[in-house]
């Protein structure tokens, strides 16, 4: 674990002073996520990570980098949580005025931190830019009460300030800088210094059941959970996850109890669950496909690619996938996937019938034990076919078997579809998996 | 438009005394987000919307599913906005609590609404489910001072309710729900209902040139800039956007105002401007492409079908884009994308020479007259070829000219490997057309 430098001036003792780190505040700086332009991944990425040793986020402020904004906000945190953590608003251009905020609130100064200075000294040169310009050199500038994480990634160090037996850390908004600040150092600090509570959380993937009927059906369950479990419910399209977390300062207590409450709430929902543990839906197949040792390859058309990258972006899938087709052109569904030019002729190509013929092209190009075809329209626009937009056949082929579904969803964005009916095809996947 | 349905105790007349709206608090109200499991997409779109009627989002809130929490924050989001939107916390289950914190707010009462019971009971039986759980009927108590937005793609209804002139509406927290609402029914409500400001922005698009040195060259233009106009910083990858927003109530002379103050700021980085206007890269790369008639396909390894995505993730993309292939298994790209075994045996499946051969034979496959192709790992967990992880070669090949160059990123966690390096292929890609 890399070693944060300490500014001379840190008033080193509070530790001795903090006995306890439960709740955090994460405080958003700068006008990309309010203006809409970006979605804040940030603050999903550090609550995660957060609550991975036990500290809970209770509220995130998104603000705008305005230094009044900045200082009521960072005053209110201190208010909500133990440990605030502010990112954005640090980079070397006009509109940011973090560091100017924290200095003020913290009743500070800023000065040139040699340590810093050096570190960006050796990061800007190992990209060929010796030449530090006054603006770079601002961002060696840290408020003298501050512990510095420096940066591997980026220009803008983190800074660790305390509070009256709280903590702040100040970092970047860059995502590529803040997960390794967050990931390589803060956590592997927090858990150094404090006592942590555990938490433990569970996912039970429940699909075929609406979420009032599954309130409806758990309720007793739900309402005998004691004080340190919650249970929340989380929709995804058109599966809910249940998710069971329990908090306390033994781990293996938790989670025997968290298996005890699971274990009664199988036989409650049990036709309905696909899943219990794993999060994300292509995760879950990849438990299925590796434990089965079974290959795949997808075939899309309105889906674009996005099925492909829902299997791939889990680590190791290139034990189970082979490889995709995006076969966008109806010509190009002929020439590889072997699609009859007469079943497009006759059916047109948004059809139960071209979607089964690209499934078994596909089987057949990649050689796989599974395969998956998508075709639709994702709009907005007519397709080509006259067939109205938000239509979409998919098939799914395991071994000689296969079935063959149609989504109509015309209200959903472009892209909103293609991800919906990504989703759609490995849940329905799995489904037919775990029935097998 | 569909019309909202105005209950009997709503105190029609605050109309009049509304004579701005100018900024939007936006709360979101749940555990999905504070968790970490859920990635916060509404505001992203609610912030995007409002923009485009000149209403810009001030704060955001993300706060806890709790009365007394939900009351304090909507006392302080009144104070910094003329509207405040919430989403979530109004589904059927236990952890919602927010219809109950809106009443106490409000200093008003639930009760049931004929008009929105009836719809409720139309959208369900639609569904085939004619038997409505008492759960489901609480979804038709309403406030009495409110207005209600008819949701038809779930069953929370939207309620508007006023404060001292000041506006609110609480949406179910579901994006599919939550887009309707907003794009069909509220954002034509406040235009019809108020005069509102325009605002204008614009994107110049840099790449090759650091945010610091970007910053110090195009200082004084910065500086002239008038009281209406701002420059936001927003990194993307290698790439940075300069936004240039202006707001005022003539439409025609925010433009004018704003083209001229860009033709001044062109030739100061002109060898660095790859576009101006679009936003994301990839609707860059449609607007040349489909000027140019040129077509577009793409063999993909570790991007794992991202940059397949990414292309046909814009609407009207298949004009251009005729295909894909994610060839994630060796032989697969030795068997459909014709590698040869030699090229793979003496270079590894990483190298510039698969890339190569990949972005070839991709070309032929699909008959087009670019093709990209990448290959690389994305790990984690070494590359079977023995490589380090975080390796990408890529090439762009243009009719019969070619480009390959290589990336090295091992700190990126998996999907944002594969998202960087499709930004990153097709940002190339754009400086390349740019160029000829």
Known sequence: ???????????????????????????????????????????????????????????????????????????????????????????????????????????????????????????MERRGRADILERNKEQAFVPTKSIVFQNHFG?????????????????????????????????????????????????????GIPESILAD????????LPENMSLSYLPVGTRVKLRITASGDNEEALKQQTEDKIQKLLPLIKDHVIAVSEDKIENILAEILTERKLTISTAESCTGGELAKMITSVSGSSKYFLGGMVAYATEKKIKILNVSRE??????????????????????????????????????????????????????RIKDQEVTSKLYM????????????SQKVIQDLVGLLISQ
């Open 343 to 396: 079943t497009v002729d006759q059916f047109t190509v948004v059809s139960e019938q071209v979607a089964q013929e690209m499934a078994k092209g596909c089987q057949e190009l990649f050689d796989t034990h599974i395969s998956l075809s998508t075709t639709g329209v994702a709009g907005p626009g007519k397709g080509e076919d006259g067939k109205d937009i938000g239509t979409v056949f998919y098939t799914i």
């Open 1 to 123: 674990m890399p070693q944060p430098h300490i500014f001379p001036s840190f008033a080193g003792e509070f530790f001795s002073r903090i006995s306890y780190m439960e709740k955090a505040v994460l405080i958003t700086i700068g006008d990309e996520i309010l203006s809409g332009n970006t979605v804040d991944t940030n603050s999903n990425f550090i609550a995660s990570e957060l609550k991975n040793i036990g500290i809970k986020v209770v509220q995130i402020f998104t603000i705008s980098d305005e230094i009044d904004t900045i200082k009521n906000t960072l005053s209110e945190a201190f208010q909500l949580g133990d440990l605030v953590i502010t990112t954005g608003g640090l980079g070397p251009t006009r509109d940011d005025k973090t560091k100017k905020a924290l200095a003020e609130f913290f009743n500070d100064e800023i000065a040139l931190d040699e340590v810093t200075f050096n570190h960006l000294k050796g990061y």
């Open 217 to 224: 059906t758990i309720e007793d369950w739900e309402l005998a």
């Open 410 to 421: 015309p209200h959903l964005e472009r892209v909103d579809f293609m991800d919906f009916v």
């Open 155 to 207: 220009t803008a160090p983190c800074m660790m300030m305390e509070l009256d037996g709280k903590l702040s850390y100040s970092l970047p908004g860059v995502p590529y800088e803040v997960k390794p600040l967050i990931k390589d150092q803060i956590i592997p600090y927090l858990q150094e210094k404090f006592n942590l509570n555990y938490i433990h959380s569970r996912i039970v993937s429940v699909v």
